[in-house]
C-alpha cells in the first residue's frame, strides 16, 4: 500500500481539527464549552504554572529577542511552543487530545527565515514540563532550571536553513499583566492568563546560510492561556513588546474590532515593577502600509501614550517579517524612535489577504 | 483514497483496532534538514525501507498501457484500411455523377473542395459517435480494467472515470487526420481525373487485382520487419512491433491468399453453376477484401489472446493445486496468538506449516522472503522450474534459496546462481519457481536461517494438512477456542476459488475487446456487401436470366459470403497461434515476468469458426434478402440499361 499520498491527508486533517470550526483568528473566538476559563480571584503559582494547562483550550510559550550580531547588524529570533487542545483533558499516548503546534523564526533587515512544526500530544513529541522547566517540539527545545522566575533558559530551533542556539538570563521578576495575571482582552469579558519575564539577556549563535553568527541582545518571554480569548467580533490583533534604552519596558495591544478597538498596556519600569493601564488610554496609529503576501499590513507605526510621556515612532526591521505558517501572521522585530528610543517586537495578526 | 481504504485519526484506531500504542509504521518524509542523526544510529532496532522505483505502480502499468496502446494502434490502422477501400470505392462508384457535374461546368477545384468537405463532416460525425461508443465502452469496462491491474501489479487505481478535453480533441484530430490519409489516394485521383474519362467499377476490381501483389510483398516487408525489430532489440515494444508487423504484414497477404485458393478451388469444380459460382467469389474479392481483413485480425486476435488467456489458467489452476496444498489456512491476530494456536493444532493435525515472511529488497527489487520447514508438503508439489538434484534437502540444511519465476527473470538469476538476500547472507539458487500473479518477487530458505537472521518475522499464518473428513470440526474448535475472525480461518477449496474468480474478472477485459472486434468484423462484412450491392445486380442479372431462380441466387449470395468467412478463418488460425506464441513466450515475459506454457484448445476454435459463419451469414442475410425480395422488373430493367 503506497503510504506516501496519505501524509499531506493527515497533515491537512491535523490543521483543519485546529481550524474547520474556528472563529476568530485561528480560531481563538471558538466557543470554549467544557473548558475552563480564567478567573481573576486565581492566583497564579510559580514554578507549577510555566507548566501545560490541560484544561485549558489554547496555551502559548512565547520567546521573542532582539539581538546584535558581530557584523554590528540587528537580528531578530522567535522561538514559539503552541498548545491547542482538542477536548479539555489530558490522556496518555494517542488518545491525548492535546495538539503542539512549534514555530521558529530567524530575521534580518534582508531576510526572514521560518520553520513549523506539529506534534501529537501523549507520546512525547512535544511538550512541557514545569520543574524542571522544559518546552519541546522534535528537536526543537527551551529548557531551565525551573526556579519561579525562569531566570536561565538555552533556547534552540533549527529550520532548513537556519538555526539558532541562545542562552538567556535574567535577573528581574515575572511580569503579571493586567490583574495579577488575569488579562482581559475585551468589554464582553474575555481573558486570558498572562504573565511575561521581560528582562532576559541573551548570548549565543545563528546559524545563517553563509555561516556562523555570534550575538547579544535581550529577550522577552510571554505565556499565556485562556479557552476564548477573543470576542466573535473581533478579527485579530497587534501586539509590541518594547525595551526602551532608558531601562523601561512596555507591552501594548490593541485587538480590533470592527465595532471598537480594546486596547491594554502593561507599563515596567527599570526595576521590574509594573503597572497596567487600562483600555484606550493608549492611541496606535499605522503610518505606512507594506504589501506582505499580497496583504497590506502596517509597518510603521505611532504609538502615544500621554501617561507616561510616550510619543513613538515603531518600524519594523524587515517589512516582510511573514510567518507563512499554517496560521499565517506577522511577527519580527522593531526599533522605536521618537520620544524614546528601544527595540522590540511587533506581532499582527488577522490581516486578510486583499480580494 | 483508493479502494477499500479506511482513514482514520490513530488514536481512533489503536481503540478500533485494540491495538493500543502499536505502530506498524513509521512514514520518513525524503526532504530532511541536513545534519541529523541517522535512524540507524537513533533507533537501531527500526529499518529503513526506501521504496524502489520498480515498485512504482506507474512503471508497472507502463506495460499495461503499452499493451493497450499497441492493440489501439491496430485497430485504428485496421479502420484506416477500412476507410480508404470503402473512399476508394466509393469515388469509383460516383465516377459518372463526377463527371456529368464537371461537364455541366463545376470546376474541378470546387468539386474537391466539396467531397474533402464532405469527407470531414462524416470524420467528425464518426469521431463523436466514436467517443460517445468509446466513452460507453471505458465506463462499462472500468472496475474490470481496475481490477486487472490490481490482479496483475498490485496497482490501486482510483475508479472514476472523467472524459477528458484533450482525449476528445486528440479522437477529433485522428478521425480527421485518418480519414485524410486514407482518402488522399482518392482525392488524388478525383483531382487528376481527365474530364471524359468512363472507367467502370471493373476497372477499380482489376487495378486492385494488379495491387494485390504489390500488397502481399508490403505485407511480407512488415513481417519481415516485425521480426527484424524482435531480432535486434529486448523489451516489450520489440515484442509489440513484432506482433504488428505479424498481423498487418498478415492481413495484407490475404487478398493474394484468398485468390489463389478460389481459383484453386475453381479449377477443382465442375458444372455450370459451380463454376460460375467459384469465379464469381474470385471475382469480388477484390471489393469485400478490406472487410476479410478485418475478420482475419479479429478472428486471429481472438484464438492468440484466447489461447494464452486458456493457457495461462490451465498452468494457474495446476499452480494453484501445487502451492495450495494444506486444507487449512489460518491466520493468528497477532504472534502471541500464533504461537498458541500452533501449539494448540500441534497434536490435532497431521502437520502445522508456518508461513512466515520478511519483506527485503533484492537487487532493487521489492522481495518477499518466506522461511519453510522442510515437509514431503513442499517438496512433493512446489512447482519447480528448474532445480538442482537433492534441492530440499539443501534448502534445510540452509545452504540454498528457492526465488520466483519473477525474481529470477527481473534479476537475471537462475539456478545455480547466487543471490545476496541480506548483507551478510549469500546463497546459491537451488531453484526457480513458478508464482503467479504476484506483482512482488518471492524468495524461500530454511526457516530455522531465516529466524536467526530476522527474529521479528512475523509468526501469525500457517498452513494445516489434516484429513479432510475432520475440518469442519476443526473449523469449529479452532474459532471457539480463539476466537478468530471469519476471515482467520480459509480453506484451502475457498482460497482456489476466489483466486481462480480474481483470475476470471482479470480477463473480463480482454473478452469484451475480443467480441468486440468480432462485431466489428462482422459490420464491415455487412457495409461492404451493401456497398458492392449496386454493382452486383448486373451480373446477377444475367444468371438469372439463365434460369437460376431469385432463391437459388440469394442462398448462393449467403454461401459466398460464409465460404469467404471459412476460408479467412481457416487462415486466421495459425496466425492467431503464432500470436499466442508471441503473447506467450514474448509479451508476457517482458511484461510480467513468466513465461507460460502453451496449450492448444481445438474447442474455443470450433466455436469460433462457428461465430466467424454465424457473423459472414449475418452479414450477407441482408444483401441476400435484398436480392430475394427484388422484382423481375428490376433485374430485367438491366438489360435495358445502356451503361
Known amino acids: 500500500m503506497p503510504a506516501k499520498p496519505y501524509l499531506p491527508a493527515i497533515l491537512l486533517w491535523l490543521v483543519s481539527v485546529i481550524g474547520a470550526t474556528a472563529q476568530g483568528f485561528a480560531g481563538l473566538a471558538t466557543n470554549a464549552e467544557g473548558f475552563e476559563g480564567p478567573r481573576p480571584d486565581v492566583a497564579l503559582q510559580f514554578p507549577r504554572d510555566h507548566g501545560p494547562h490541560p484544561g485549558f483550550r489554547i496555551e502559548w510559550w512565547y520567546v521573542t529577542a532582539t539581538l546584535t550580531g558581530a557584523d554590528g547588524r540587528d537580528y531578530g529570533v522567535q522561538w514559539t511552543l503552541f498548545r491547542s487542545a482538542l477536548a479539555p483533558q489530558e490522556a496518555p499516548g494517542w488518545q491525548s487530545p492535546q495538539i503542539w503546534m512549534g514555530h521558529a523564526a530567524l530575521t534580518s533587515p534582508d531576510q526572514h527565515y521560518v520553520a513549523e512544526r506539529l506534534a501529537r500530544g501523549g507520546i512525547g513529541q512535544a511538550g512541557v514540563t514545569a520543574t524542571p522547566f522544559a518546552a519541546w517540539i522534535d528537536d526543537w527545545s527551551l529548557a531551565g532550571v525551573g526556579d519561579a522566575r525562569l531566570s536561565e533558559l538555552s533556547m534552540n530551533a533549527a529550520g532548513s536553513s537556519f538555526a539558532y542556539d541562545l542562552q538567556l538570563k535574567s535577573d528581574g521578576p515575572l511580569v503579571l499583566h493586567g490583574q495579577e495575571g488575569y488579562s482581559v482582552k475585551s468589554e464582553a469579558g474575555q481573558a486570558s492568563y498572562y504573565y511575561s519575564q521581560p528582562h532576559y539577556l541573551v548570548r549565543g549563535t545563528l546559524q545563517l546560510p553563509d555561516g556562523p553568527m555570534p550575538v547579544t541582545g535581550q529577550a522577552w518571554m510571554d505565556r499565556e492561556w485562556s479557552s476564548q480569548p477573543l470576542s466573535k467580533d473581533q478579527t485579530g490583533w497587534d501586539w509590541f513588546s518594547l525595551s526602551f534604552d532608558s531601562g523601561d519596558k512596555m507591552m501594548a495591544f490593541r485587538l480590533r474590532d470592527g465595532a471598537g478597538d480594546f486596547t491594554s498596556v502593561t507599563w515596567i519600569n527599570s526595576d521590574g515593577r509594573s503597572s497596567p493601564i487600562p483600555n484606550g488610554a493608549i492611541a496606535l496609529e499605522p503610518l505606512k502600509i507594506a504589501d506582505v503576501d499580497e496583504r497590506d499590513i502596517p509597518v510603521f507605526w505611532r504609538l502615544v501614550l500621554p501617561d507616561r510621556g510616550i510619543d513613538i515612532a515603531v518600524q519594523a526591521l524587515n517589512n516582510q517579517s511573514w510567518m507563512n505558517t499554517s496560521f499565517p501572521y506577522w511577527e519580527g522585530p522593531v526599533s522605536v524612535s521618537g520620544s524614546h528610543t528601544g527595540r522590540g517586537y511587533l506581532e499582527m495578526t488577522g490581516y486578510p489577504p486583499r480580494r | ?643
Open chain 2, 1 to 643: 483514497m483508493p479502494p477499500g481504504v479506511v482513514l482514520t485519526d490513530i488514536a481512533v484506531a489503536e481503540r478500533l483496532l485494540d491495538q493500543p500504542g502499536k505502530i506498524s509504521y513509521i512514514l520518513v518524509l525524503p526532504d530532511q534538514r541536513p545534519g541529523l542523526q541517522p535512524i540507524s544510529v537513533l533507533e537501531p532496532e527500526l529499518q529503513l525501507q526506501t521504496p524502489e522505483p520498480a515498485a512504482d505502480a506507474a512503471s508497472l502499468t507502463d506495460s499495461f498501457h503499452l499493451n493497450l496502446t499497441a492493440f489501439g494502434l491496430l485497430s485504428f490502422a485496421v479502420g484506416l484500411f477500412v476507410v480508404h477501400g470503402t473512399v476508394g470505392l466509393a469515388f469509383e462508384q460516383r465516377r459518372p455523377m463526377f463527371r456529368t457535374l464537371r461537364a455541366l461546368g463545376v470546376s474541378l477545384r470546387r468539386l474537391t473542395a466539396l467531397v474533402i468537405l464532405e469527407l470531414a463532416m462524416l470524420a467528425v460525425v464518426a469521431a463523436l459517435a466514436g467517443l460517445v461508443l468509446g466513452y460507453l465502452v471505458a465506463a462499462a469496462l472500468m472496475p474490470d480494467v481496475a481490477a486487472t491491474l490490481r490482479g496483475l501489479y498490485g496497482a490501486s487505481v482510483e475508479g472514476g472515470l472523467v472524459l477528458r478535453l484533450d482525449w476528445v480533441l486528440s479522437g477529433l484530430a485522428m478521425a480527421l487526420l485518418g480519414t485524410a490519409a486514407a482518402s488522399a489516394q482518392a482525392l488524388w485521383r478525383l483531382y487528376r481525373m481527365p474530364l471524359l474519362a468512363t472507367p467502370g467499377p471493373r476497372s477499380w476490381a482489376a487495378q486492385s487485382e494488379r495491387g494485390n501483389q504489390h500488397q502481399a510483398f508490403a505485407g511480407m516487408l512488415l513481417m519481415a520487419g516485425g521480426i527484424l525489430a524482435m531480432c535486434l532489440f529486448d523489451g516489450l515494444v520489440a515484442g509489440f512491433w513484432l506482433l504488428g508487423g505479424l498481423m498487418l504484414g498478415s492481413a495484407l497477404m490475404l487478398p493474394l491468399a484468398l485468390s489463389h485458393l478460389l481459383a484453386f478451388a475453381a479449377r477443382r469444380t465442375r458444372g455450370a453453376v459451380s463454376e460460375w459460382f467459384w469465379s464469381d467469389i474470385r471475382a469480388q474479392l477484390p471489393g469485400i477484401s478490406l472487410a476479410l481483413m478485418a475478420l482475419l485480425l479479429a478472428l486471429a486476435t481472438n484464438i492468440g489472446v484466447g489461447t494464452m488467456v486458456s493457457s495461462f489458467r490451465l498452468t494457474f489452476t495446476g499452480w494453484l493445486d501445487q502451492r495450495l496444498v494444506s486444507e487449512l489456512y489460518v491466520t493468528a491476530r497477532d504472534d502471541n496468538q500464533g504461537a498458541d494456536i500452533a501449539a494448540w493444532l500441534g497434536p490435532r493435525t497431521d502437520v502445522v506449516l508456518p508461513i512466515r515472511s520478511v519483506d527485503i529488497v533484492v537487487l532493487g527489487q521489492p522481495v518477499s522472503l518466506y522461511g519453510i520447514l522442510p515437509h514431503s508438503s513442499y517438496s512433493e508439489h512446489f512447482p519447480l522450474l528448474s532445480s538442482v538434484s537433492q534441492v530440499w534437502e539443501q534448502l534445510a540444511a540452509g545452504e540454498a534459496v528457492l526465488i520466483s519465476e519473477q525474481l529470477a527473470r527481473r534479476t537475471g538469476t537462475w539456478t545455480g546462481d547466487t543471490l545476496t538476500l541480506l548483507p551478510d547472507w549469500t546463497l546459491p539458487v537451488g531453484g526457480v519457481y513458478s508464482d503467479y500473479g504476484n506483482p512482488t518477487g518471492q524468495a524461500v530458505v530454511s526457516l530455522e536461517e531465516l529466524l536467526v537472521r530476522r527474529p521479528d518475522t512475523p509468526n501469525r499464518r500457517f498452513g494445516i494438512r489434516i484429513d479432510p473428513s475432520q475440518l469442519d470440526a476443526l473449523t469449529v474448535d479452532l474459532r471457539d477456542t480463539f476466537d478468530l475472525p471469519l476471515t482467520g480461518i480459509i480453506r484451502q477449496t475457498a482460497l482456489k476459488d476466489r483466486s481462480l474468480a480474481t483470475f476470471d474478472k482479470t480477463f473480463v477485459v480482454t473478452g469484451a475487446l475480443n467480441l468486440l472486434t468480432l462485431g466489428v468484423a462482422g459490420f464491415t462484412i455487412l457495409t461492404s456487401l451493401l456497398t458492392l450491392w449496386d454493382m452486383r445486380l448486373p451480373q446477377l442479372a444475367p444468371v438469372w436470366a439463365l434460369g437460376l431462380t431469385r432463391g437459388q441466387l440469394a442462398r448462393l449470395e449467403l454461401l459466398r459470403s460464409v465460404t469467404l468467412a471459412a476460408l479467412t478463418a481457416l487462415l486466421a488460425l495459425p496466425l492467431g497461434l503464432l500470436l499466442a506464441w508471441a503473447l506467450l513466450a514474448i509479451i508476457n515475459v517482458e511484461a510480467f515476468g513468466w513465461r507460460l506454457p502453451m496449450f492448444l484448445f481445438p474447442g474455443d476454435w470450433l466455436l469460433l469458426f462457428l461465430l466467424a459463419l454465424v457473423a459472414a451469414t449475418a452479414a450477407a442475410a441482408l444483401p441476400a434478402r435484398r436480392l430475394y425480395r427484388t422484382p423481375p422488373s428490376e433485374l430485367l430493367k438491366v438489360f435495358a440499361d445502356a451503361r
